[in-house]
């Protein structure tokens, strides 16, 4: 069998060891996480991975074929270019948990003035870098 320049191959990790059809290895693929690599004839490292515990339906491919580092994607492209689409990041558990509108004797700012408030507070277990948040008034100027 011969890989021909930029070409891809699909070998199914499916326990079937074909020699005939598609191509089939004698083993599969642990989604807790294990290590797959790439030898050549004699017994040379062409290229490893280990990996941790996968999540279904969500590949890692590398951004760029053939190089470049590893990055999940929700659309998998078996024998065909990687088109990296990125899962959702799950968002950070902060809240809008209170605000004060009308705020005419209950607190002052720094400047002694009496200002509306919001309050965020999060919700989850880590710490989260609040770097390009915004808090808007109006929901068509997100970034206001």
């Known amino acids: 069998m011969t890989l021909g320049s930029h070409e891809f ?10 020699t005939t059809g598609e191509l089939h290895t004698n083993f599969s693929l642990k989604k807790g996480g294990e290590f797959v690599g790439l030898y050549a004839s004699d017994g040379t490292a062409i290229d490893t991975l280990t990996f941790g515990e996968q999540t279904d339906d969500i590949s890692l491919a590398r951004d760029v074929d053939g190089s470049g580092s590893f990055k999940l994607t929700t659309d998998p492209t078996p024998a065909a270019a990687n088109h990296i689409v990125s899962p959702p990041t799950p968002l950070p558990e902060i809240v809008i948990n209170e605000f004060l509108a009308g705020n005419e004797t209950i607190n002052t700012d720094e400047d002694g003035e009496y200002e509306d408030w919001i309050e965020l507070y999060n919700a989850g277990d880590d710490a989260v870098d609040l770097t390009g948040f915004t808090i808007t008034d109006d929901p068509t100027e997100p970034d206001q």
């Open 9 to 18: 191959l699909l070998v199914w990790a499916s326990k079937k060891d074909r």
